[in-house]
């Protein structure tokens, strides 16, 4: 029985030398040191590994010696037993031990499997020194990307419309196509966020007026009234001819097809949270600007003028006025000297100057009224609940705080003549005389014997019971002296004097509640101004036919075009589209406004008139001024002189 | 610009380029500054004018994607991304004349940079949680991690260069396996227990390690230093056989030291590509998302 060690040597042109030496002894020693039979130069080999040894020259046994096993057939043992005839292989680190049988001897064969190190592996250059190694390909990260793309932005939303295409309102939850949204929805369609479908109805079809009208059934269907009843081809006629620019873009939007004069055209939608802009200038003008010779040449000759941009081209105002007394109102273009008919007296030049008797009887009410040193204008002009307008001055609240009609004061309480009823007037004054008897002079009073002289001609007694005799008669007197000049009723309206059956008339007041009927003005938008400031006039308005409203030129001091247009130089100037003024849909009402635009009132529906006002009796005062009790006097009257 | 292009296209237009190219070769001209920064001249006067001419267009109510202006805009900037996509496949395909690499290289940077102004003034300053923002960022990530690119190959190709100190990386792989080889036979006469720590040492791959490692450069787990560590301090074997394995354990860090030095600045030069590219389809993916949607919901 003999070992043969057998080793292989592979030269650099590839060829192989096989040598074998035979081992001495019985059993031979394995391992990294020098002296073993076998040495193996690997780290991951022991000093002193293993013992091959064989009994019969047949069977080998193989035995680790140093607590590090072996590998046989891929499992790690400590000792195994082989029959040389079948062969084996066995691992020790990175080697091979090959043990075989030929004749009569075992062959042993080492061969190094392993590398040396790791670092010693083959490598591919472009691919380790790169990120190859480490990155998952760019191929792949493009394909993925791009698919997650696809199915989350593109295949999902269209599955979500297509799930709901004709539901009106769709479940709670999540839908894929909200991710197409552009932007929020205004405040008014907000709810409508989950339900694209509602507005946008077919696929490739820009949304059409048809998915708004289902909802807005009422006044924003279609047009305004002034617009509706116009034929079409009028309407046609009124736009402005296409320049170049506007030609080309009108192609694309036929050519990708997105018609004209849709409602979102002016109603632009996702433009962000909040309510809806309000509609730019540009949408009128397009039309309004030179629009009345374009509908003369077309054959629609129209009154309306031309209206381009607020602060360079709009037509004067034509505020609603009685050109005469009783005349019914009528539109008129603003001119100078322009009058209006109420059928009051007012001078404003009067009431509002500073030094006066109007100024010094203010100021002695100071601290009962909101009076200062004079009357201003919100003394007797007082806004209406909403403060867009000034509400018709009205005797009981805005006069008679000092035009008081207060009589006679009985038990504390003063009676006043009745505003508005003539009669009732001539009827309390004869009343009045007819049961009250003149003041009493103090000779009369106390219980001391009176001497006879007293009764004679001129003397107290005769003086007073002939005033008790005549007093009836004195109602017609005083009610002359009420509706004539210097009385309480001719100072402020015209009268007519009685006359075949009638008794004494004042002449209707009409106060016309808005004089601009077309536009919008909301004083509480203005009340940081002073009313002077636009009411030029009225400080030197010596009579109440003048009229008093601003026209075009005092707004131009502070409003300007929409882009900032402006004839004259302002200085805070307020950029106006013509929304601002002027309501599309519905004529007549409020135009509409974001709130951010707005302006909330305070000052004006906190600061009511005060209690005062509506109380005749707090008005006059307890004591009374008695500004029409009769007084001791010589009597005046020649039939009393007379008849006794 | 029309004289720029006449230049291009006129006859005799061969002997002219080939003379300026040679110019171009001798003062190393880079593809940042081709033709005397003919793209960045021509990509900032465009830039100039959208931000101009946005400005002085008045849109109503105001700008976004959706007016004439934004849909001049959202055209020129998809068409753009398209071309400059394009590039991957011009690269690849060799050609003489027309369009030298690097003019298309020089036009791809600068209008791709001056694609920042066409998106984001496309957008009208309107952003949102949507698949049309969603393309907008994607295109801003894109041109970003190409800016980084841009910056990195101005920068870093010197510290690579500082780092290889003449050697190729094969011959900075083949110094590590050389130390391999002799810390091998070195350790033979040390015990079981110090050769454990330099078999794992020899076990180690150089080009081991994630992307993390790769790019900070830093192995918390080298093997060859936990090697060192374990034989510097008192062992079992002979002292004389470990100083020695210890000396090569020292020069194999050293090697190992700048293989990984040069991996890193690799992967610094690299990695801009990996966002680049995968997120360029994810852009045209999202691009054709948001051009559909537009026109789905029209």
């Known amino acids: ?644 | 610009m029309a004289s720029l292009f006449s230049n291009l296209f006129r006859g005799g237009r061969r002997s002219k380029a080939t003379q300026t190219e040679r110019v171009r070769e001798r003062r190393h001209e880079g593809f940042l500054r081709y033709a005397n920064f003919r793209w960045a001249k021509i990509s900032g006067g465009l830039c100039l004018l959208i931000i101009v001419s946005y400005a002085l267009v008045d849109v109503t109510p105001r700008h976004n994607g959706g007016s004439w202006y934004g849909y001049t805009l959202g055209t020129l900037g998809a068409g753009l991304i398209l071309w400059l996509t394009a590039l991957g496949y011009r690269k690849r395909k060799m050609t003489s004349d027309y369009w030298s690499l690097k003019a298309w290289t020089s036009a791809h940077v600068y209008l791709g940079l001056s694609l920042m102004v066409i998106g984001t003034w496309h957008t009208g300053f309107q952003l949102g949680w949507n698949v049309h923002t969603l393309a907008w960022a994607l295109m801003m990530l894109v041109i970003l991690s190409g800016l980084y690119g841009i910056v990195v190959y101005a920068t870093l190709p010197q510290a690579l260069s500082n780092n290889r100190d003449e050697m190729t990386q094969m011959q900075m792989l083949e110094a590590i396996r050389a130390f391999d080889r002799q810390l091998h036979s070195a350790a033979q006469p040390l015990t079981p227990q110090d050769t454990a720590p330099v078999l794992k040492a020899l076990d180690e791959d150089p080009f081991a390690g994630g992307i993390g490692a790769r790019l900070s450069g830093r192995y918390r787990n080298c093997a060859t230093a936990a090697a060192l560590h374990a034989l510097a301090g008192t062992g079992t074997s002979d002292p004389e056989a470990r100083e020695k394995v210890v000396g090569l354990l020292k020069q194999k860090q050293a090697a190992l030291g700048r293989l990984r030095q040069h991996l890193k600045i690799r992967a610094l030069l690299e990695i801009w590509l990996y966002v680049h590219v995968p997120l360029t389809f994810a852009l045209i993916a999202a691009l054709s998302a948001h051009i559909i949607s537009v026109f789905f919901y029209w």
């Open chain 1, 1 to 644: 029985m003999s070992f043969i060690l057998r080793r292989i040597s592979t030269t650099k042109t590839g060829k192989q030398i096989i040598r074998d030496a035979p081992l001495p002894g019985d059993a031979i020693t394995l391992g990294r040191e020098g002296s073993n039979t076998i040495h193996i130069a690997d780290l991951a080999v022991n000093p002193h590994h293993a013992t091959i040894s064989s009994a019969d020259g047949r069977h080998v046994r193989v035995q680790a010696s140093e607590g590090l096993g072996f590998d046989i057939n891929g499992r790690s043992v400590d000792v195994a037993d082989i029959d040389s005839a079948a062969g084996a292989e066995l691992r020790f680190g990175g080697h091979r031990l090959t043990i075989a049988r030929e004749g009569d001897a075992i062959i042993l064969l080492v061969e190094r499997i392993d590398e040396l190190s790791q670092s010693s592996k083959d490598v591919d250059e472009a691919k380790a020194f790169s990120l190859q190694g480490v990155m998952p390909g760019k191929r792949v990260g493009a394909w993925t990307f791009a698919i997650l793309m696809l199915l989350a932005f593109l295949v999902g939303p269209i599955w979500a419309w297509q799930t709901y295409k004709n539901v009106d309102e769709r479940p709670k939850g999540y839908h894929a196509d909200t991710a197409w949204m552009s932007g929020p929805l205004s405040s008014a369609h907000a709810n409508l966020k989950n339900d694209c479908q509602s507005c946008h109805v077919e696929p490739f079809v820009a949304v059409t007026d048809k998915a708004c009208v289902g909802c807005h059934t009422g006044e924003h269907k279609a047009m305004s009234a002034a617009h509706a009843n116009a034929p079409t081809a009028m309407l046609l006629a009124a736009r402005a001819p296409k320049g170049t620019g506007e030609k080309i873009l009108a192609s694309f939007a036929s050519a990708f097809n997105r018609p004209e004069g849709r409602c979102v055209e002016c109603h632009t939608e996702h433009e962000g949270a909040g309510p809806m802009p309000a509609t730019p200038q540009k949408f009128c003008a397009d039309c309004h600007d030179g629009m009345n010779g374009r509908l003369k040449a077309a054959g629609h000759p129209t009154e309306l003028a031309d209206a381009s941009d607020f602060g360079t081209g709009h037509p004067d105002f034509r505020p609603l006025v009685r050109s005469a007394p009783g005349a019914k109102p009528v539109r008129t273009l603003m001119t100078k000297g322009l009058a209006d008919y109420n059928g009051l007296k007012f001078p404003h030049d009067m009431h509002l100057q500073a030094t006066g008797g109007v100024a010094r009887m203010a100021a002695s009410f100071r601290g009962r009224y909101d009076f200062g040193k004079k009357l201003e204008c919100a003394n007797c002009h007082k806004p209406d609940a909403d403060g867009v307008r000034i509400k018709p001055v009205e005797m009981e609240r805005d006069c008679a705080m000092c035009h008081s009609l207060a009589f006679e004061t009985v038990g504390g309480v003063t009676r006043t003549l009745r505003h508005g009823e003539p009669d009732q007037v001539v009827a309390d004054l004869t009343a009045y005389y007819r049961s009250t008897p003149p003041a009493r002079p103090l000779q009369l009073g106390g219980m001391e014997r009176r001497r006879p002289g007293q009764y004679a001609e001129g003397q107290v007694y005769n003086i007073y019971f002939r005033e008790v005799a005549v007093r009836p008669s004195r109602a017609a007197d005083a009610v002359r002296a009420v509706f004539s000049k210097g009385g309480a009723c001719y100072d402020c309206h015209t009268i007519s004097p009685p006359a075949a059956g009638n008794g004494w008339r004042v002449m209707a007041v009409n106060q016309t509640p808005r004089f601009l009927e077309k536009g919008w003005f909301d004083h509480d938008a203005h009340r940081e101004t002073e009313c002077a400031d636009c009411h030029t006039m009225a400080e030197g308005s010596k009579a109440s036919t003048d009229f008093l409203v601003p026209g075009l030129r005092q707004c131009r001091d502070c409003h300007v075009g929409e882009g900032g247009a402006r004839l004259f130089k302002v200085e805070t100037a307020t950029e106006s589209p013509c929304a601002m003024c002027h309501e599309y849909h519905s004529d007549g009402g409020k135009p509409w406004m974001p709130p951010a635009q707005r302006k909330k009132n305070t000052a004006f529906i906190t600061k009511q008139p005060s209690r005062d006002t509506y109380t005749v009796s707090q008005i006059t005062g307890r004591t009374g001024r008695n500004l029409y009790n009769v007084t001791w006097r010589t009597p005046a009257l020649q039939a009393t002189e007379q008849g006794g």
